[in-house]
């Protein structure tokens, strides 16, 4: 990392990310400009989507999280999403994730039942019963790309099931997810195809299999959230089928690809700090710790946007109605004020109260099954492969929005 | 001081329990329940935590007193 001076750094840029440089960026920037200005990106002269300001600071992040009416969520979450001018794969002000209040609390109100710590506590011996097949698959191997094998199948499978998609799809909503969070990535990319077109290739693709999954339990109903959301009535208002499509589109991308992150990022972790991993070893109570400084270490997804509705000033900066803002996760979550020792992985800290599943309106529905998911893995790997290690050089996934590993060699003492 | 929790908000995440178990219990709903309303002023900080942790922002705390 040679950048010194603030201007010049510029978070558009996925190569900071692929080159794991992103945390001296924000170091810099929430010392020196937490509020921070970055022009839109060029190319050939001209502007590919428009600036925005960084937001660096656990402070300013919280507060702006707990004022969806000020910072508003309907005009896009990402960085490059033109609110006048948003593809169908943003699916503003139709999906969950991208409306406001009061439409979005009661949106969540008809799937919060199936998240709720009864839902999630119900599924552990399901969730361990995955865990074990999916470790019982590779154990007597001795080597397998950690991230295809083991990390990506937990939470693929846990949200497949839980809306209903049956086992012979889940490679398929594996491939769909890969294409529309990860459409920046060469690897997804189908031959010629840009990140646009690649994004709604995922897009497509994963509405046409729902579509017809939502004809089918029209047909007849089965025990399932998809059937749930078939059904669901808001004051006598029913979802549309466009918004049903929309439902099941976030559920399988927030589902599985997050998650998957987190058990990759959370063994790479482990492995780059053998003493924290023999303390996890020697004492395996502290495992729910672990799996809180694992989430604010990786904090997969990065940023989430959101839009000033009204002029406003933030430390001295004036923000316009219109200006889209940048909530950086992975920079609050190592913010000196609330994380002494921020840079370091220390799986007892405490305390460690992190946002890595964001806070206030949109705080992650899904957020108790991801710390289950995290306990059940990390307690049966370390049970049954204790020394499993790195082989090689992780491969990671060029984004600006998922903190992603895609491929991660590692090797183990086989089980006989 | 009085504590309220919004039922229209509260998803039942239980952060609230374990920063003020003396306040707040995980219901049977899936909800979280204020047993005492009006606490004592000495737990005002346990509570302030409380609405700070709560992901939903879902619980107030009203009057001086």
Redesign the interface.
């Known amino acids: 990392m040679t950048t010194l001076n603030p201007t010049e750094i510029n978070l558009a840029n996925p190569y900071l990310f692929l080159n794991n440089e992103q945390h001296a960026a924000f170091t810099l920037l929430r010392r020196e400009d937490p509020v921070h200005w970055n022009p839109g990106p060029q190319h050939e002269g001209r502007e590919i989507f428009r600036g925005f300001w960084n937001i660096t600071k656990f402070d300013d992040i919280f507060a702006m999280s707990?004022d969806p009416g000020t910072f508003i969520s309907g005009h896009g979450i990402t960085m490059a999403t033109d609110p006048e001018n948003a593809g169908p794969a943003a699916g503003l002000g139709k999906m969950m994730i991208v409306t406001d209040p009061p439409r979005h609390?009661r949106l969540r109100?008809l799937v919060?039942k199936g998240?709720?710590?009864?839902a999630v506590t119900a599924l552990e011996p399901h969730i361990r019963e995955i865990t074990t097949t999916i470790i019982n698959d590779i154990a007597r191997r001795g080597s397998c790309d950690f991230v295809t094998d083991v990390a990506a199948l937990l939470p693929l499978a846990v949200i497949c099931d839980m809306m209903g998609v049956p086992k012979d799809d889940w490679q398929q909503m594996f491939e769909l997810t890969n294409q529309v969070l990860g459409g920046d990535d060469p690897e997804y990319q189908a031959e010629g195809a840009d990140t646009e077109q690649t994004v709604n290739q995922g897009h497509i693709g994963m509405f046409m299999y729902f579509t017809r999954m939502v004809a089918a339990r029209r047909a007849a109903r089965k025990e399932d959230l998809v059937s749930v959301l078939v059904d669901a009535d808001i004051e006598g208002d029913k979802l549309t089928d466009e918004e049903i499509l929309y439902f099941c589109y976030l559920l399988i991308l927030a589902g599985n690809e997050t998650t998957r992150n987190a058990i990759s990022g959370g063994l790479l972790a482990l492995a780059e700090h053998p003493d924290e991993r023999q303390k996890l070893h020697a004492h395996p109570e502290l495992l729910p710790a672990a799996v809180e400084e694992i989430l604010r270490w990786t904090s997969p997804v990065m940023h989430m946007a959101r839009h000033a509705s009204r002029d406003v000033e933030l430390r001295g900066k004036q923000i316009k109605q219109g200006d889209k803002l940048l909530l950086w996760y992975p920079s609050a979550n190592r913010d000196e004020d609330h994380f002494p020792d921020g840079d370091r992985f220390r799986i007892e800290r405490s305390p460690n109260?992190h946002i890595a599943?964001?806070?206030?309106?949109h705080?992650c529905l899904g957020?108790?099954f991801a710390r289950l998911e995290l306990k059940v893995m990390f307690e049966e790997l370390n049970r049954r492969l204790p020394d499993i290690e790195l082989t090689g050089p992780v491969e990671r996934l060029r984004s600006t929005f998922i903190g992603g590993i895609k491929h991660m060699p590692v090797a183990f003492t086989p089980e006989r | 001081m009085k504590v309220t929790v919004n039922a229209?908000?509260c998803?039942?995440?239980?952060r609230c329990q374990s920063a003020a178990p003396e306040v707040f219990r995980?219901g049977e709903n899936?909800q979280a329940e204020v047993l005492q309303a009006h606490p004592p002023e000495e737990l005002r900080a346990k509570l302030e935590r409380a609405v700070r942790?709560c992901?939903?922002?879902a619980i107030a705390i009203t009057g001086d007193r």
Do not use: C
């Not at chain 1, 599943?357 to 309106?361: H, K, L, N, V, Y």
């Open positions: 707990r609390v109100r919060n998240f709720t710590p009864r109260e599943f964001g806070i206030g309106e705080f957020a108790g | 229209d908000l998803e039942g995440h239980g995980l899936d942790l992901p939903r922002q």
